[in-house]
């Protein structure tokens, strides 16, 4: 594979869906893209993100012409963004994906109304059990959730799609876990930078 004018977008396996979107409503980008994913149950262990970034970058990142991490800082403290400089890298602006997903100043007014908040996604809702339920502990040791959650009051599910199956799922959730609960349709937000720079020859067909 000839990956010489490809940009290498690494970035966390709660994303690959959308970022699988992303380039499919652009065909163009197949060719100028190549995507790889991290484990998503980083998510739960952001002390792994910077590390493990780092170790793909020593291995691959010379053989592209440019990279884009496809994180935000989601919990590294700086240390991810110490990789970035490194390896001449760019990331998605934000502390984590719920910021670049709702935008930044709307995230910050609901932070600012309930700082209580437990966020969802799309990817999260999906995979409740395994990356909440079980990756968390909460299936072995129940008494685990008062230790997380003492604090919080409210459930957000912010939307990359509209399914009305996983606005269900997450009512319950945060039913279950005597959270009020609110749904916020924001799409892919800022996740679009990362393809916004990348120049596209036109398809013949709409050359003409």
């Known amino acids: 594979m000839n990956t010489d004018k490809k940009r290498l977008v690494l970035g966390c396996g709660a994303l690959v869906y959308d970022l699988l979107r992303l380039i499919e409503q652009n065909p163009g980008l197949s060719d100028k893209v190549k995507l790889q994913c991290l ?3 980083w998510h739960n262990k ?3 993100i910077a590390p493990g970034v780092d170790d793909y970058l020593a291995k691959h990142g010379n053989l592209y012409e440019d990279v884009y991490i496809a994180y935000a800082d989601c919990g590294t403290g700086g240390a991810l963004d110490r990789v970035i400089e490194k390896y001449q890298a760019k990331r998605i602006g934000g502390a984590h994906c719920y910021e670049f997903f709702a935008g930044s100043e709307a995230f910050h007014e609901m932070a600012e109304q309930e700082l209580g908040t437990f966020y ?3 990817y999260l809702v999906k995979n409740f059990k395994r990356l909440m339920i079980k990756g968390m502990g909460l299936d072995r040791y129940p008494e685990l959730f008062d230790v997380y959650f003492a604090n919080y009051k409210k459930l957000v599910y912010l939307a990359q799609t509209e399914n009305e199956q996983w606005q269900k799922e997450a009512a319950q959730y945060a039913k279950d876990w005597g959270f009020k609960y609110e749904y ?3 799409g892919t937000g800022y996740l679009d930078c990362v393809f916004d720079d990348i ?4 398809l013949a067909s709409e050359e003409n």
């Open 39 to 41: 484990p998503a149950s």
């Open 184 to 186: 916020k349709l924001v």
């Open 120 to 122: 969802l996604t799309d």
């Open 199 to 202: 120049e596209i020859m036109p």
């Open 46 to 48: 952001p002390q792994l």
